[in-house]
């Protein structure tokens, strides 16, 4: 028989109060205890940060979604976004992208050759950057207990192998994250940080209510990043009003009680908008919204990351630099499985961006399976014989 | 009774217009039976350069027409040269002592050759250029345009005084060429009749020019002249021809040694002969 | 350590089978030459790689002849089908050896192994490829049936590309049906005999091809005096072109002739701009400069000249310099210690007559020959490094304000080889190629090279074309103007 924790018990008693509305008296029936039980379980629940209330004012709502035109933030007003009007043409001013040349540049970037005592550093600094992430329906506590163990201690036969950023999962994960994270959880450089993806993930096809409920959710369960997904279908049919608003309302939603908020990843979903002027534009419109990262892809749709589409956000990010002095970071996710493709990311960011970027606070890999590749990698190189995938842990 | 007949004064065709030589030099020319039939003119050096300035300055214009135009052109020269034929066979008879049925039937050939390369206008483009499959994302596409100024030296052989013109100027002018001609010095006064006809046929001032007098003395200052692109030495004489290839290497203005083509010949590559063949490429996505 | 520190990544020369000397190949032999000898040295390194024999006048007259006996007895007579299939063959066997020549280029010459190893050698087998299809449809290529063959073509090719160079001559001869004597530039002769193993490796008959290393002043003067050679073809300066032009004045021998180059680069303000700097990059900094298209000005629309030159010098640090043999080098050595000392005086005369000399702040190695990756800004249309050609890494920045003046600018040059156009707006870019006075244009794009594209220059820059069908045509009768 398996022991169930009071603190097990109280979360699933929580869900079943607060996500399903049921009463006392049914969730003791469900879980097989007293309704007395029910009731103290769900006190605990409160006490311990498992559920979080939070109030939301509607007038407050209403000021984050104006009835027309957009939320000014205070980046876009010192670039005169001030309005639809204003927004558009900021966008619609932007240098156009000629695939072909970008494709040409990554393509070259690509041939740089990272050997030795560059290749170990570069194996290791990609550890360091990885959100290790999973997105499953099939997502348990346990796998994330799982993916939090190899966060902490990706190879555990090689204590050298160092922590990755973040871990990266569903907001109803980010507690067992939390919990599994213990000491290790900080954001990204003082520890491992906790991104939930949020705003109705992966298609962010819902109300902007439920997207912003989504996003409290995952920050008041401790998430200490929040990547959220733009809605393409506004931005394609136009509505850029719409995806700028959200962007503001979101990064607003990401403020905790404390005056602190969790850093907020934009995803574009790069395989949708499908041309580089929409990704560019995108790229702007985000960081002018407030974004701290853009992210190229949820992972669910192909293409996913592409190193000319990094390229291109990374320009986005230098170019901001060289106007306002302030790091915007870039976050490659979904189809970067091998070191070697890693690799080439990382000569991205320091011959586009600069090697200021490759730094957690402003560079992550979204990715899963890498982190085993680059462990490979570095077996590799420290024993001198090729390692196989049974000397690699699976998450 | 009696008229006494007016003399045509031959002058020299530069830039639409018909200038006396600035040199004030004429040549006289007789009949083959030894009778006076005009004082043509001798045009200079300085001749050929004005003659060069004016076919610079038609050039973009005649390059820049359509081909449909160009070859609605042509085609008008040859209307105009039909209207003009028993003149020209006159001419000839009296110039050459040729045959009346031969002189017609060299003045046929050569309104015959104005048509064909008239309809060569909008179709040369296509024959001579073309896309390339290059191994890239790109759209790559060769065409011919034309050199721009090109010097020609007209044939000078029996049988050619009007038809070894034509089939110099023709070819050039196909493609939007500008050209200064010499003269044959067998034929002066045909050519310049001839230029009479251009003058008449909505060919723009100074996309012919037309030049009498000694090819020796002016062919090297064409071929050795910096705004010349192409020279075709057809009618030069042996010494004349080495001497005009060797001041053309000096700017590596594109030569047609003598024997390159007939003297009356028309042909594909005599047109191809003057031009130069752009490659653009340019990328090609969805950005 | 700093990330961009990148270790060292030199490629391996243990590919390479290099003989100490090599002979002249003549007639399917190996042949001293009687013209002396000369070292070949890497520019990189000052080392000697091999003793190259030369050739005099009698060893053109040698390879005239092979060529002439081979032409007369074997390759005139053989079917064009199987022609192409000794070509195919060629490809190949390059292909194969695609490394080895690679490492041997990069050695001799001084350019970077990335652009040997993803450029040159791959084009050079595209290259014969591409003519190996042509050798049975010469019925095709519009200069009516049956076009015959020239002869016996003397080739002269020059030391930016080596190989390639090569193959753009060879290849069309052989495919149209003649045979060929090739003399390599002085100072990258190895590739060229390497290649003579490949003829030997696909059978080609003795004297189809010749390989005759010598100097420019005897076995090139020879080989283009020499009245056995039905055409010539060179590739070099417009000083040497201009001789070769006025030595065959009055000859039958048929020329084509691919010169220098003072490409305009020109950029609108609706240009991709972050892709613009890339392709001004590889416009000019391709193969250190040594490029005869090379885009040596650079026409810039004057609103947006600033953030071009920031981007661009921006760019520019990232560039490394070094090794040629090294995978990471973008920047390798110049090619010899003539041409750097050209690159030097002509920069010095440029400073010195107004412009402002930006240059990358990079280590130079302590042997060999090198150069600074320069930009000239503040450049008028009559300073000295805007019109003539420099051939190295060195950029002149010049500005326009209307599309009208930049056709100006870029087509007020003697020459007319190549330009580049820098737009998004479709129609402003046909109708700007259509105005320039090059025989290349690059739009969105720059230095793009393919075996069917025809490549070749406007005035000074030479005639004739090399590549496609108009490149086949430069060796056959009927094919041109002469």
């Not at chain 1, 007003?77 to 970008?102: M, P, Q």
């Given at each position: 028989m398996i022991e169930i924790s009071d603190t097990e018990l109280a979360l699933r008693a929580a869900r079943l109060y607060y996500d399903d509305g049921k009463t006392q008296d049914e969730i003791g029936d469900i879980l097989g205890i007293t309704r007395w039980k029910a009731g103290r379980l769900l006190a605990l629940a409160r006490e311990s940060g498992i559920v979080a209330i939070s109030i939301v004012d509607s007038?407050?709502?209403?000021?984050?979604?104006?009835?027309?035109?957009?939320?000014?933030?205070?980046?876009?007003?010192?670039?005169?976004?001030?309005?639809?009007?204003?927004?558009?043409?900021?966008?619609?001013?932007?240098?156009?992208?000629?695939?072909?040349?970008?494709e040409e540049r990554a393509a070259r970037l690509a041939t740089r050759s990272i050997k030795n005592d560059s290749k170990r550093a570069a194996l290791d600094t990609i550890i360091r950057l990885i959100d290790l992430t999973t997105l499953e329906g099939a997502d348990t506590p346990g796998k994330v207990r799982s993916l939090v163990r190899k966060a902490i201690l990706p190879d555990p036969a090689d204590p050298t192998a160092p922590r990755v950023a973040a871990v990266c999962v569903y907001p109803d994960m980010v507690q067992h994250a939390v919990a599994a994270l213990g000491s290790h959880k900080g954001d990204g450089v003082t520890g491992i940080g906790v991104a939930s993806v949020a705003t109705a993930f992966p298609s962010g096809r819902s109300t902007l209510e439920i997207k912003l409920a989504d996003t409290r959710y995952a920050v008041a369960q401790g998430a200490t990043e929040i990547d959220m997904v733009i809605d393409r279908g506004a931005f394609l049919s136009g509505d850029l009003d719409t995806v700028f608003n959200e962007i503001v309302a979101v990064h607003r939603a990401c403020g905790r009680a404390d005056g602190t908020r969790a850093h907020l990843k934009v995803i574009?979903?790069?395989?949708?908008?499908?041309?580089?002027?929409?990704?560019?534009?995108?790229?702007?419109?985000?960081?002018?919204?407030?974004?701290?990262?853009?992210?190229?892809?949820?992972?669910?749709?192909?293409?996913?990351?592409?190193?000319?589409?990094?390229?291109?956000?990374?320009?986005?990010?230098?170019?901001?630099?060289?106007?306002?002095?302030?790091?915007?970071?870039?976050?490659p996710a979904g189809g970067i499985r091998q070191s070697k493709d890693a690799i080439r990311y990382l000569v991205a960011v320091a011959e586009v961006a600069g090697e200021e970027w490759i730094d957690p606070h402003l560079f992550r890999f979204g990715a899963s399976s890498l982190l085993n590749d680059v462990l490979l990698q570095r077996q590799k190189m420290t024993t001198g014989h090729y390692s196989g995938p049974d000397y690699v842990t699976v998450d | 009774m009696s008229r006494l007949a007016i003399p045509k004064t031959y002058k020299l065709f530069i830039g639409g217009k018909f200038p006396r030589s600035e040199s004030g030099?004429?040549?006289?020319?007789?009949?083959?039976?030894?009778?006076?039939?005009?004082?043509?003119?001798?045009?200079?050096?300085k001749d050929a350069r004005d003659a060069v300035v004016a076919a610079r300055a038609a050039w973009s214009g005649w390059a820049g027409a359509s081909a449909y135009n160009r070859g609605q052109v042509l085609y008008r020269v040859a209307e105009m040269l039909e209207g003009r034929l028993d003149q020209f066979v006159a001419e000839i008879v009296e110039s050459t002592g040729a045959k009346p049925a031969d002189a017609r039937a060299e003045v046929s050939a050569a309104i015959d050759c104005l048509v064909w390369h008239a309809g060569w206008t909008d179709k040369f483009a296509q024959v001579h250029g073309g896309a390339n499959p290059v191994a890239g994302p790109f759209f790559n596409l060769s065409v011919p345009e034309s050199t721009g100024v090109v010097?020609?030296?007209?044939?000078?052989?029996?049988?050619?005084?009007?038809?070894?013109?034509?089939?110099?100027?023709?070819?050039?002018?196909?493609?939007?060429?500008?050209?200064?001609?010499?003269?044959?010095?067998?034929?002066?006064?045909?050519?310049?009749?001839?230029?009479?006809?251009?003058?008449?046929?909505?060919?723009?001032?100074?996309?012919?020019?037309?030049?009498?007098?000694?090819?020796?003395?002016?062919?090297?200052?064409?071929?050795?002249?910096?705004?010349?692109?192409?020279?075709?030495?057809?009618?030069?004489?042996?010494?004349?021809?080495?001497?005009?290839?060797?001041?053309?290497?000096?700017?590596?203005?594109?030569?047609?040694?003598?024997?390159?083509?007939?003297?009356?010949?028309?042909?594909?590559?005599?047109?191809?002969?003057?031009?130069?063949?752009?490659?653009?490429?340019?990328?090609?996505?969805?950005? | 350590m700093s990330f961009r520190d990148y270790a060292p990544a030199p490629e391996s020369t243990a590919i390479l089978n290099l003989r100490p000397s090599y002979a002249l190949y003549i007639g399917g032999e190996w042949t001293d030459g009687r013209g002396g000898s000369m070292t070949t040295i890497s520019p990189a390194t000052e080392k000697s790689i091999a003793e190259i024999s030369l050739?005099?006048?009698?060893?053109?007259?040698?390879?005239?002849?092979?060529?002439?006996?081979?032409?007369?007895?074997?390759?005139?007579?053989?079917?064009?089908?199987?022609?192409?299939?000794?070509?195919?063959?060629?490809?190949?066997?390059?292909?194969?050896?695609?490394?080895?020549?690679?490492?041997?280029?990069?050695?001799d010459n001084g350019k970077p192994i990335r652009e040997t190893r993803d450029i040159d050698i791959p084009l050079v087998a595209a290259w014969f490829f591409h003519y190996a299809g042509w050798a049975d449809k010469l019925d095709y290529a519009g200069l009516g049936p049956n076009p015959s063959a020239l002869g016996v073509a003397g080739q002269i090719i020059p030391w930016n590309f080596p190989l390639l160079m090569l193959a753009w001559k060879v290849a069309p001869a052989l495919a149209a049906?003649?045979?060929?004597?090739?003399?390599?530039?002085?100072?990258?002769?190895?590739?060229?005999?390497?290649f003579a193993d490949i003829c030997e490796q696909a059978g080609l008959p003795a004297g189809v091809v010749n390989i005759v290393p010598g100097l420019g002043g005897v076995a090139g003067q020879a080989l283009v005096e020499h009245a056995g050679v039905n055409k010539i073809a060179f590739t070099g300066s417009t000083g040497v072109g201009r001789q070769i032009a006025r030595t065959l004045a009055g000859s039958?021998?048929?020329?084509?002739?691919?010169?220098?180059?003072?490409?305009?680069?020109?950029?609108?303000?609706?240009?991709?701009?972050?892709?613009?700097?890339?392709?001004?990059?590889?416009?000019?900094?391709?193969?250190?400069?040594?490029?005869?298209?090379?885009?040596?000005?650079?026409?810039?629309?004057?609103?947006?000249?600033?953030?071009?030159?920031?981007?661009?010098?921006?760019r520019l640090s990232t560039l490394r310099l070094g090794d040629p043999l090294d995978k990471n080098t973008d920047i390798g050595a110049v090619n010899s210690k003539e041409q750097l000392a050209r690159i030097t005086a002509i920069t010095a005369t440029?400073?010195?007559?107004?412009?402002?000399?930006?240059?990358?702040?990079?280590?130079?190695?302590?042997?060999?020959?090198?150069?600074?990756?320069?930009?000239?800004?503040?450049?008028?249309?009559?300073?000295?490094?805007?019109?003539?050609?420099?051939?190295?890494?060195?950029?002149?920045?010049?500005?326009?304000?209307?599309?009208?003046?930049?056709?100006?600018?870029?087509?007020?040059?003697?020459?007319?080889?190549?330009?580049?156009?820098?737009?998004?707006?479709?129609?402003?870019?046909?109708?700007?190629?259509?105005?320039?006075?090059?025989?290349?244009?690059?739009?969105?794009?720059?230095?793009?090279?393919?075996?069917?594209?025809?490549?070749?220059?406007?005035?000074?820059?030479g005639y004739g074309r090399e590549g496609g069908r108009h490149g086949l045509a430069a060796y056959l009768a009927n094919g041109g103007a002469r």
């Open positions: 007038a407050d709502d209403a000021e984050i979604r104006p009835i027309s035109g957009i939320t000014a933030t205070d980046r876009s007003r010192a670039h005169g976004v001030t309005d639809s009007a204003s927004l558009r043409a900021f966008l619609c001013g932007l240098a156009a992208v000629d695939a072909i040349g970008l574009f979903e790069t395989g949708e908008l499908r041309t580089y002027d929409n990704i560019k534009r995108a790229s702007w419109l985000a960081i002018l919204a407030g974004a701290d990262f853009i992210k190229t892809s949820t992972g669910k749709v192909q293409p996913a990351a592409t190193l000319p589409t990094t390229v291109l956000m990374l320009e986005v990010v230098r170019d901001w630099f060289n106007l306002t002095g302030e790091r915007i970071g870039v976050k | 030099r004429t040549t006289e020319v007789s009949s083959p039976t030894g009778s006076f039939i005009a004082n043509v003119a001798k045009a200079s050096r010097a020609l030296v007209a044939p000078s052989v029996a049988g050619s005084s009007l038809l070894g013109l034509v089939s110099s100027i023709a070819p050039a002018l196909t493609t939007g060429n500008a050209v200064v001609v010499l003269a044959s010095e067998l034929a002066p006064c045909a050519a310049m009749t001839f230029a009479e006809v251009l003058a008449t046929s909505d060919v723009p001032g100074g996309v012919v020019n037309i030049l009498t007098g000694s090819v020796d003395e002016v062919a090297p200052w064409l071929a050795s002249h910096a705004d010349v692109n192409a020279i075709d030495l057809t009618g030069a004489g042996r010494e004349i021809a080495v001497e005009c290839e060797r001041a053309a290497a000096e700017t590596l203005m594109r030569v047609v040694r003598p024997g390159t083509f007939g003297p009356t010949e028309s042909a594909f590559n005599r047109i191809a002969a003057f031009v130069e063949i752009k490659t653009v490429w340019h990328t090609k996505s969805l950005a | 050739a005099d006048a009698s060893d053109i007259d040698r390879a005239v002849a092979a060529a002439r006996k081979s032409y007369d007895t074997v390759w005139s007579r053989m079917s064009g089908a199987e022609r192409g299939k000794y070509l195919f063959r060629i490809a190949r066997l390059i292909q194969e050896r695609a490394r080895e020549f690679a490492v041997a280029e990069t050695l049906g003649n045979t060929v004597v090739l003399k390599p530039a002085e100072t990258t002769p190895l590739t060229a005999l390497m039958e021998t048929r020329v084509t002739l691919e010169l220098g180059g003072k490409g305009a680069n020109i950029v609108f303000d609706d240009a991709a701009i972050d892709e613009a700097v890339e392709g001004i990059i590889t416009g000019i900094f391709f193969n250190q400069g040594h490029v005869c298209c090379a885009g040596s000005r650079l026409l810039v629309q004057e609103n947006i000249q600033d953030e071009v030159v920031e981007k661009l010098t921006r440029g400073e010195a007559e107004g412009a402002n000399r930006w240059t990358l702040d990079c280590e130079l190695p302590s042997k060999g020959f090198w150069f600074r990756p320069t930009i000239f800004t503040n450049v008028t249309t009559s300073n000295t490094v805007a019109r003539d050609e420099i051939f190295g890494p060195v950029l002149s920045v010049l500005s326009f304000r209307t599309p009208d003046e930049a056709i100006v600018k870029a087509n007020n040059t003697p020459y007319g080889l190549s330009a580049g156009i820098w737009t998004q707006n479709a129609s402003r870019m046909l109708r700007v190629a259509d105005s320039l006075r090059a025989g290349v244009v690059w739009a969105n794009t720059f230095n793009q090279f393919d075996p069917t594209s025809p490549f070749g220059g406007y005035k000074e820059s």
